[in-house]
């Protein structure tokens, strides 16, 4: 057994309701877990000691929506949609043609270079979905190649119907055979429950099926409507109702009295200039809130958790400590995870410290990259270099 202890520790923001927020602190860590933590005064003897010099530590983010399995990109989409075009979910299918054409290695390649962007970005879980396949081979790849690097791996085969394919047929198919494919490599099953995509009975067939094939469900809801995504999500019991931009005062009160997480998507509305969802009234109504990225080429291409914590803060009027909770406690419900996203004994020794004496910093310094290392599992993953 060997042990770690990080000490110096500025702002030590446990999210832990018992432990709140402690200065001057400590943490050590036991074969990758937490096994104490509190004044540095009293900190225990361990094998070696990590001076932080005053530095803030938070548990690392869980960013539970991510799309990283794709080829190609949409920047001359992107750049149309900032001179007036709207977003729409048809720009999918471009997407899933050049998916369709790349070959595993450079789909892994593709894939480790987000993955590596998350950990730099303070991100020590993350989750991946499927969706730019929508063939049964494709999808099965999309999922088993997520799987080599993420356990929370959402099978979208239901993102849109793609081009010259009938609609019924198609739902057959992702309830059926490309389910039965891809549910030995997936934990979740998602569905694009929109105007475009899939209506509120499709995407109850889709989850329902998923659900029976041993998936648990989530999925993309009132990104661009006021639908029926939410009230599905809460009917469903599903972990996490993502998006969540145009919600009616019923869908608020669904969420809120729900086990299903609220998870907003900030870098969506910043990159689809929409209006932000409504997180003040979630939070008053006493819903479960978390931020996640939605990194995917189209509608947001960003892995930047510190971003979206910002914007969640400058444009949602979420307070500082509420975006960190999202971010990282939230983020941890809507993947049903009790092991991650607090700093607690027992929990997994998952930690991002910022070169920064407090988190409000993440705010505050919009844009500035202030992590400055990593640790997942007890152990460094990511060091900020003299030359980054
Ligand atoms: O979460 N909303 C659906 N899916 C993605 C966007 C996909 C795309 O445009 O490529 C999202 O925003
Ligand atoms: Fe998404």
Redesign the pocket.
């Known amino acids: 057994m060997t042990s770690t202890l990080l000490t110096g520790i500025g702002l030590l923001a446990t999210q832990d309701p018992e432990f709140g927020e402690l200065t001057d602190a400590a943490l050590l860590i036991s074969d990758g877990t937490i096994g104490w933590l509190g004044p540095r005064a009293q900190a225990p003897a361990a094998d070696r000691a990590v001076e932080l010099d005053g530095r803030c530590v938070l548990p690392g983010f869980v960013d539970s929506h991510a799309?990283l399995v794709f080829a190609g990109d949409r920047a001359a989409e992107f750049a149309a949609r900032m001179i007036g075009q709207p977003y729409t979910?048809g720009?999918?299918r471009s997407?899933v043609q050049a998916t369709r054409q790349a070959t595993d290695q450079q789909l892994r390649t593709n894939l480790a270079r987000l993955a590596g962007e998350l950990l730099a970005a303070g991100v020590t879980t993350f989750e991946c979905k499927s969706g730019y396949g929508l063939d049964t081979e494709t999808e099965q790849r999309s999922v088993r190649l997520a799987g080599e690097l993420t356990g929370e791996v959402s099978y979208l085969g239901a993102?849109v119907v793609p081009a010259g394919v009938d609609r019924a047929e198609y739902v057959e198919l992702v309830c059926g055979p490309m389910l039965q494919a891809c549910a030995p490599h997936a934990k979740w099953v998602d569905v694009?429950c929109?105007q475009g995509a899939f209506d509120e009975d499709e995407s109850r067939a889709v989850l329902t099926a998923g659900l029976a094939a041993g998936l648990l469900p989530r999925l993309?809801a009132n990104?661009l409507t006021a639908g029926g995504g939410v009230r599905l999500a809460v009917e469903l019991d599903a972990a996490s109702a993502d998006?969540c931009t145009y919600l009616r005062p019923s869908d608020i009160e669904a969420l809120a009295s729900s086990n299903t997480v609220a998870t907003l998507?900030p870098l969506?509305e910043f990159s689809t200039r929409s209006p932000y969802p409504d997180a003040r009234s979630l939070l008053d109504a006493g819903a479960t809130v978390a931020l996640a990225t939605?990194c995917?080429?189209?509608?947001?291409f960003s892995t930047s958790m510190p971003l979206a914590i910002a914007l969640a803060v400058r444009e949602m009027r979420m307070s500082p400590a509420e975006a960190l909770y999202a971010a990282t406690v939230g983020g941890a419900k809507a993947l049903r995870r009790n092991d991650i996203g607090q700093l607690t004994a027992g929990y997994r020794a998952d930690l991002t410290v910022l070169d920064a004496p407090s988190y409000l910093h993440l705010a505050y310094r919009p844009g500035v990259p202030l992590i400055q290392q990593v640790w997942r599992a007890g152990e460094p993953a990511w060091t900020r270099s003299a030359l980054q």
């Open positions: 799309h979910a720009g999918i997407t993102h694009f929109e993309h990104q998006h998507l969506v939605d995917n080429p189209g509608s947001g």
